[in-house]
């Protein structure tokens, strides 16, 4: 009976566990079809100085650093980096690795945070005017799977928040409107399916992305509700990846700029493939 009863639920666990995997297969596959979707094309368009002529000198100023002329005006970015995470304040931080590719349409991030028993694997998107994270214990197990107007609205703040990595992206051709507040503050407006986002950079003499900052939709707030929360990251280092400048060394926050800071992602680019 006893030995019945042990068989009885190691088929159960067996089952369990395949029905776990078969979720998995399904979930990457449907990451890696949505991945493919955004990969940019080979353009014959290149950038030229004429293109940002009619802009203020200190966004030109940040445009005639970021994009060598003549370079091949890329619509999407794919990164390799790797770096640190952490849920809270008073929370260890925690190695990560992940990729990245950023578009025009959207984007996808896919993650390992942590090691051993605590390892989780998954993603952050947004396309389809849908934003979406999922995240796995061990690369199996559900943990995470959220995805409302609140998180679509969220993730429009983070993709459009990281279009330093695609500086092209922020060109005026592609409907941003840009403003100069002084020498070393640029403030760029666009809209994302209409969200509206407006983001401020500041910038060395030389046209150097050294912090950027927008109000972003979250909940980091005292009682968990939703609101436009200042959020933002510094960057440490730059790299070139064929003819683009974008920063490489970065970390991000909610309550940017403020006494309530919180830096959750400290990351590093190992690669970019720009196109």
Avoid: C
Avoid at 49 to 56: G, I, S, T, W
Avoid at 202 to 212: E, R, S
């Amino acid at each position: 009976m006893i030995t019945k009863i042990f068989l009885n639920i190691g088929a159960l666990l067996a089952i369990a566990f395949l029905i776990l995997v078969i979720l998995q297969i399904k979930n990457e596959q449907e990451v890696s079809k949505i991945w493919r979707s955004l990969e940019g094309v080979p353009t014959e368009n290149r950038f030229t100085k004429d293109m940002v002529e009619a802009l203020p000198a200190p966004v030109q100023r940040y445009f005639l650093h970021s994009i060598a002329l003549l370079t091949p005006l890329a619509s999407s970015v794919s990164l390799k980096m790797s770096g640190s995470f952490r849920m809270a304040q008073d929370k260890p931080w925690i190695p990560m690795q992940a990729t990245e590719i950023l578009s025009t349409k959207g984007f996808v991030w896919k993650a390992r945070i942590g090691s051993g028993l605590f390892q989780t694997i998954g993603s952050d998107r947004y396309t389809n005017k849908s934003g979406r994270m999922r995240f796995f214990l061990w690369g199996l197990v559900p943990l995470v799977n959220a995805h409302s107007p609140d998180i679509t609205r969220s993730t429009i703040g983070r993709f459009a928040g990281e279009f330093f990595w695609l500086p092209a992206a922020l060109l005026p051709q592609r409907g941003v409107s840009w403003k100069v507040i002084d020498e070393k503050t640029i403030q760029a407006s666009l809209k994302v399916d209409d969200e509206p986002v407006t983001l401020t950079l500041f910038i060395d003499d030389n046209g150097k992305l050294l912090k950027l900052s927008l109000p972003r939709w979250g909940d980091q707030t005292e009682d968990g509700s939703y609101t436009y929360i200042p959020f933002g990251g510094e960057y440490q280092e730059e790299k070139t990846f064929a003819g683009f400048t974008i920063p490489s060394q970065v970390s991000a926050g909610w309550w940017f700029g403020t006494d309530r800071y919180l830096e959750f992602f400290r990351a590093t680019v190992e690669q970019a493939e720009l196109r």
